[in-house]
């Protein structure tokens, strides 16, 4: 059964130009233990879902339509007590540079048991055992529990984040642009650390990226978002290694790699819509070079198709 | 020199004073310790090559990148530019060649001046450096830079604010404006890392194509490898203030030498999901700062191979292929 299912969720910005339809209408359900991709530019509407599942969405903002079931019960229905309740406990979210989200003026081992005390009864010494016992999770040493987050370096903070984020053993661990901002050998070591405590602590997680590899090294099944709609959805190798969609066949095309011969890489002409006047029809069509008549009136739906899931008029 | 060297950079250095002791940040205290930002740099730019500079954040490749342009007067060293050295020269005397050593920025969002139209950008530069001597050919030569840097129709684009652009748009315009220079090398720090995974592409083909077309040189700076190896014909590699390797793209790609590169790649994620990610063979962090004179290599202490010899002497380079040098003290005992 599924943990996490989104069904036709929208989330529109009203803003005075008319509706930004952030995320227009998408659907997708991630299993138990699950590492779930959501790849896409910025601007596709990849981290407004995060904020979605969350409950974070604030005006202009809101959610129009769908459901978010989590475990049974719908996300969006729930009042804000009820949702305070699932916040770090059940779900928890490690947001895009979130080096920044430490509180300065307050030690990281107060900042884990803030949350542990929010949300369990147990007494101050137990939850700073359990600070100490997050910090050595993550591989830092446990003396450091009474320092501040600037006499950490950038990716310490971020394990800090993931000390945090999972100090109450959630379910569901929301990672959003998990490494944007970090050195390379930096983002491995996290990379690491992350599958070490997901396997741990039987974690289910949605990791939102831009960067193919990152996803390719993580994630079982993956979505491709394109302006507020999912254009496919798939296990990762089947999407990576056979790719039906054109727009995720461009963007494996124009990504590089270290590894083989070097071999030259296409671009995608031209530059995401904008989502308060999205093309016609399908909204990658103006970007597409197999894009024919019906493609400019008619908005594809997603069908199943060798196993993948795909909103093309192309794709037999 | 060579004829085909372009730009000489030796022993070049800029190190910044740390003040310590009250009332620091007013500038009083004593200038006791240094960070040592670029330590001893050297290496030649050739015409029509690109050169990629790879490495972590702080190793000092940004600071590098404006010293060579004077945009910061760098510690010690020599920068030779077409036979030319440029440490030294007034404000004046350095004018001309201003003109000829360009940059890229990271940030296009930041770097245009977001109340000046995009002809009025590309306008700034042509009248600074006295290229048109009327209207019509200045006119001319913002129409011809922007369909080089495939901003077509021109017209469509030129009273447009950057508000309206997207970002690829924007570092193109930037490009452009570099372009009506006609400059003999540009040094583009990260042009890359704030766009779109689908334009990014379009826009290191275009560097290319200026390289391929107009002969220009390109100093890459970046931290992503895989970037750099699409584009460059060589590849630097810095850690902490210095150039550890430094050789032919594909030689550094497929045979690293030292440790540090051998850890970059192995670090690079790799965007095919069958092949599993490999094991990085160093622990730890680069360290905050380096502001001990230190005599030894800079990566011994996160080296899996280091020994005492690394503790007591500075590595020098050795030439471990056609082209391909190495600093390090236990590859070079090996090769003699």
């Not at chain 1, 916040?87 to 895009?96: C, D, E, F, L, T």
Request: a positive charge; glycine letters at 8%.
């Amino acid at each position: 059964m599924a943990l996490l299912e989104i069904e036709n969720l929208k989330v529109y910005f009203f803003t005075r130009k008319g509706p930004a339809k952030a995320v227009d209408g998408i659907s997708f359900k991630v299993a138990g233990n699950e590492t779930f991709g959501l790849i896409g530019e910025s601007g596709c509407g990849k981290t407004t879902v995060a904020m979605a599942i969350m409950r974070f969405v604030k005006p202009p903002g809101r959610i129009v339509d769908g459901r978010v079931s989590f475990d049974g019960s719908d996300l969006v229905a729930l009042n804000a007590e009820g949702i305070r309740g699932l916040r770090g406990k059940a779900i928890s979210i490690i947001r895009q540079e979130a080096q920044n989200a430490l509180n300065p003026v307050m030690s990281i081992g107060k900042q884990i048991t803030e949350i542990i005390l929010e949300h369990e009864k147990v007494s101050k010494d137990t939850a700073w055992a359990r600070a100490k016992r997050q910090l050595s999770l993550v591989g830092i040493s446990e003396q450091r529990v009474k320092d501040y987050p600037h006499e950490f370096s950038g990716g310490m903070k971020q394990r800090a984040m993931v000390a945090i984020a999972t100090a109450c053993q959630p379910r569901f661990l929301i990672l959003d642009e998990p490494t944007t901002g970090l050195d390379v050998i930096v983002q491995r070591q996290l990379l690491e650390s992350i599958n070490e405590l997901k396997t741990k602590l039987h974690l289910t997680s949605l990791l939102i990226s831009h960067d193919l590899s990152v996803i390719a090294e993580t994630c079982d099944r993956v979505a491709v978002m394109y302006a507020g709609k999912i254009v496919e959805e798939a296990q990762t190798v089947s999407l990576y290694k056979n790719p039906l969609h054109p727009y995720s066949k461009a963007l494996i095309g124009a990504f590089p790699s270290l590894k083989g011969t070097k071999r030259k890489l296409k671009s995608i002409p031209g530059a995401p819509p904008l989502l308060i006047d999205p093309p016609a029809g399908c909204r990658f069509q103006p970007r597409c070079n197999y894009a024919t008549q019906i493609c400019t009136s008619v908005d594809p739906e997603i069908r199943e198709r060798d196993g993948h899931r795909v909103a093309c008029h192309l794709v037999e | 020199m060579q004829n085909d060297d372009l730009l000489r950079i030796e022993h070049l250095k800029k190190y910044f004073p740390v003040r310590k002791g009250f009332l620091s940040s007013a500038g009083a205290g004593k200038k006791s310790d240094y960070v040592r930002a670029v330590d001893d740099i050297s290496f030649t730019l050739k015409k029509r090559e690109i050169l990629g500079f790879v490495g972590e954040s702080g190793c000092g490749k940004s600071t590098m990148s404006r010293t060579i342009l004077r945009l910061i007067e760098p510690t010690g060293g020599r920068i030779i530019f077409k036979g030319t050295e440029v440490i030294g020269l007034s404000k004046r005397q350095f004018k001309p060649l201003r003109g000829k050593m360009q940059m890229i920025f990271q940030d296009p969002f930041g770097s245009l001046n977001p109340r000046r139209t995009v002809a009025d950008t590309m306008r700034q530069t042509i009248r600074i450096h006295r290229l048109a001597s009327n209207r019509e050919e200045e006119a001319s030569l913002i129409h011809r830079a922007l369909e080089e840097v495939e901003l077509k129709p021109a017209e469509q684009y030129w009273d447009k604010y950057p508000a309206l652009l997207s970002g690829g748009q924007l570092q193109r315009v930037s490009i452009g404006r570099v372009l009506v220079l006609q400059p003999s090398f540009v040094i583009a720090d990260e042009p890359i890392s704030m766009l779109d995974v689908s334009v990014r592409i379009g826009i290191l083909d275009l560097l290319l194509r200026m390289r391929d077309k107009f002969g220009i040189s390109f100093i890459y700076i970046t931290h992503d490898l895989v970037t750099a190896r699409y584009i460059c014909d060589r590849i630097a590699i810095m850690y902490l203030g210095k150039i550890v390797e430094i050789g032919p793209a594909e030689n550094i790609v497929h045979q690293p030498q030292h440790p540090y590169t051998q850890a970059l790649i192995a670090a690079v994620p790799d965007p095919d999901p069958t092949v599993e990610a490999s094991q990085l063979p160093i622990k730890g962090y680069v360290p905050m700062t380096t502001a001990q004179d230190l005599q030894s290599c800079r990566f011994f202490p996160r080296c899996p191979y280091a020994e005492n010899g690394c503790r007591a002497e500075l590595p020098t380079m050795t030439e471990v292929g056609e082209g391909h040098f190495v600093a390090c003290t236990k590859i070079a005992s090996q090769t003699v």
